[in-house]
């Protein structure tokens, strides 16, 4: 294949944008952003589901707490009723006073145990209202380092998406003059070889596979005719002559 020098040299600037919109994609796809805002979600998940769990506990322990008090109340009015009868004398006979007397004592000591259990399952409910208050405050924290993060993610991409629609928009002007058929063994080469299709011979040495070419192949470049399109003999890339080629 032949094809001008100067088409040539315009390869190594295709190839030069080529490998810098690879790079922007690279670094776009490998922001900090990206692995921060993935750590603060899980751990939002988890601080979530932590609080779904307190907040269920404390609703749990709410219900508890009223049916708790329920009973307290329904003692406590059983209790005054019989006191009431007790201090009313309507109770005459010995053994329904002995039994009324015996009642409003045990009612006593119900209520009292009642009512240390209303005690206990308040103290329960205080201790899960304080950690689902906590918990909320940490949601609450997380959530704004999510938001923060993910607002320097989304100026990094926009600024990186600018550079590469740029970047873009150059390499298509370029090699927009290149001739076809240069280019689609560019892209060929370039698909099959990491990204790098053309190379720049630097000092006699391949910038493609950074090796120095032995002295037949720096003849046979030397003999080679000006618009001759080369290839390296050990990566295949195309290789650019340039006025650094120590030839």
């Known amino acids: 294949m032949n094809a001008a020098p100067a088409d040539q040299i315009r390869l190594l ?6 490998t810098r919109l690879t790079q922007l994609a690279y670094k776009r796809n490998n922001l900090p952003e990206h692995e921060e805002i993935q750590r603060l979600d899980a751990d939002l998940a988890q601080l979530r589901d932590l609080l779904v769990a307190a907040q269920t ?6 219900r508890e707490q009223t049916k708790a008090e329920q009973d307290v109340d329904q003692v406590r009015q059983r209790a005054t009723r019989d006191q009431k009868r ?7 006979n010995p053994k329904d006073l002995e039994s009324l007397q015996s009642e409003i ?4 000591k119900r209520q009292g145990d009642l009512e240390d259990v209303v005690l206990e399952v308040m103290e329960r409910r205080e201790s899960v209202q304080e950690r689902a208050a906590e918990l909320t405050e940490r949601v609450e924290s997380v959530g704004a380092r999510v938001q923060d993060a993910m607002g320097r993610r ?3 991409v926009a600024e990186i998406d600018a550079e590469i629609t740029r970047a873009g928009a150059e390499r298509d002007t370029i090699a927009a003059v290149v001739p076809d058929d240069l280019l689609k063994l560019y892209d060929k080469i370039r698909a099959r070889e990491g990204g790098v299709g053309a190379a720049k011979l630097y000092q006699r ?5 950074r090796l120095e070419l032995n002295i037949t192949e720096v003849n046979d470049v030397r003999a080679a005719a000006p618009d001759e399109v080369l ?5 295949r890339r195309i290789l650019v ?3 650094e080629s120590g030839l």
């Not at 004592?105 to 006593?108: D, K, N």
């Open 13 to 18: 600037d295709v190839q030069a944008l080529d």
């Open 57 to 62: 506990e404390e609703s749990d322990t709410a």
């Open 86 to 92: 007790l201090d009313s004398g309507a109770v005459t």
């Open 105 to 108: 004592v045990s009612l006593a």
């Open 154 to 156: 989304d100026a990094a």
């Open 205 to 209: 040495r391949c910038e493609g596979c």
């Open 231 to 235: 290839r390296c003999e050990n990566c």
């Open 241 to 243: 002559r340039t006025p």
